[in-house]
């Protein structure tokens, strides 16, 4: 089983930003990586994934312009990097990586904002 161990979160002010982590427990180059948050009683909501190479990415539209995703694959290492932050995205943050029908997920990390 693969481990991924997310880093970073914590209680910010609005406007603030933040750096999220996570380090993979494998080749991360071989798996697409992406960053879900998810608030209590809501459905897990995708804020960006960058594909193996890292050389493309995707936002949802509600996500672009503020959350940036990265990856440093000789680091096995994905960042989410987390700008003019608002009280609406606190939530649990997880990463996610993806093979085919591989698909390991993280602990997530409680990312809150104060407003």
């Known amino acids: 089983q693969v481990q991924l161990e997310e880093s970073g979160g914590g209680l910010v002010q609005a406007g603030d930003s933040l750096r999220l982590s996570c380090v993979f427990g494998?080749?991360?180059?071989?798996?697409?990586m992406g960053w879900i948050r998810q608030v209590p009683g809501k459905e897990r909501e995708l804020v960006g994934a960058?594909?193996?190479?890292?050389?493309?990415?995707y936002y949802p539209d509600s996500m672009k312009g503020r959350f940036t995703i990265s990856r440093d694959n000789a680091k096995n290492t994905v960042y989410l990097q987390m700008n003019s932050l608002k009280p609406e995205d606190t939530a649990v943050y997880y990463c996610?990586?993806?093979?085919?029908?591989?698909?390991?997920w993280g602990q997530g990390t409680q990312v809150t904002i104060s407003s």
């Open positions: 996610n990586a993806r093979y085919f029908t591989l698909d390991y």
């Open positions: 494998g080749a991360i180059s071989t798996y697409a």
């Open positions: 960058t594909i193996r190479s890292g050389s493309s990415t």
